[in-house]
């Protein structure tokens, strides 16, 4: 049972548009969002998170989008480079766990 | 700055030999884990540890064992490698529970023949 579901598994882009890549989620005891980037040949690093008290988080070009009624997040890559070329993970943790519960992972292409 | 190093990161062995693969983080974390990555399966936990000597089986354990004797040490044993084994492998850490920030290794790309 795939408890965070991502999508899209793959997506190009080209440079200067935007890039949007969707979570969906089941599980309500689930209070901390964070998103994943992995480079080729690097292990994936904290990108940006949001909590469920806030709607919205903007980390210059990267913005998470986060509706709890609908158990959905988003993450928009505004003004996409080259540079953002890269596996994109949303993840989901609950406030008493150890383990994130990861989605499948997005593969991002911006063409230049 | 934070580290998570793996011991290798290209590896090769043959069918039925027995691999280790090695984790060591800097950052006194009491979590570490282990997470294969096979492309459109995303991120899969193996086993994970949050204290030395004790281990958790995560959701693909069978294959593997794990080791931790020591905080900063995680270990992962494949007992006797087969070829649907072959993947990348990626070690990682955190503090606490809840909202943990992850730190990944660079990951050992293993290959089976």
């Known amino acids: 049972q795939q408890q965070v579901k991502q999508s899209p598994q793959s997506l190009i882009v080209q440079k200067g548009g935007i890039s949007i890549i969707n979570c969906a989620y089941e599980n309500t005891a689930f209070d901390y969002f964070p998103w994943y980037q992995q480079f080729p040949g690097k292990g994936p690093a904290l990108l940006i998170a949001i909590r469920p008290d806030v709607s919205e988080k903007k980390e210059g070009r990267f913005t998470i989008s986060f509706n709890k009624s609908a158990k959905q997040f988003s993450l928009h890559i505004m003004d996409s480079q080259p540079g953002d070329s890269a596996t994109y993970f949303c993840?989901?943790?609950?406030?008493?766990?150890?383990?994130?519960?990861f989605g499948r992972g997005t593969s991002l292409i911006v063409h230049p | 700055d934070v580290k998570v190093t793996q011991s290798s990161r290209y590896l090769v062995k043959r069918t039925g030999e027995k691999v280790f693969l090695e984790c060591v983080q800097d950052?006194?974390?009491?979590?570490m884990f282990w997470y294969r990555q096979d492309p459109g399966l995303g991120l899969r936990l193996i086993y994970f540890s949050y204290d030395v000597k004790m281990k958790e089986k995560g959701d693909i354990p069978e294959g593997y064992s794990v080791s931790r004797e020591k905080k900063e040490r995680f270990s992962l044993i494949l007992e006797s490698a087969s070829t649907n084994q072959t993947s990348m492998y990626l070690c990682a850490s955190s503090w606490g529970t809840g909202q943990a920030l992850m730190y990944f290794g660079p990951g050992t790309r293993l290959t089976v023949t």
């Open positions: 993840a989901a943790q609950s406030g008493g766990s150890y383990i994130p519960t």
């Open positions: 950052m006194d974390h009491e979590n």
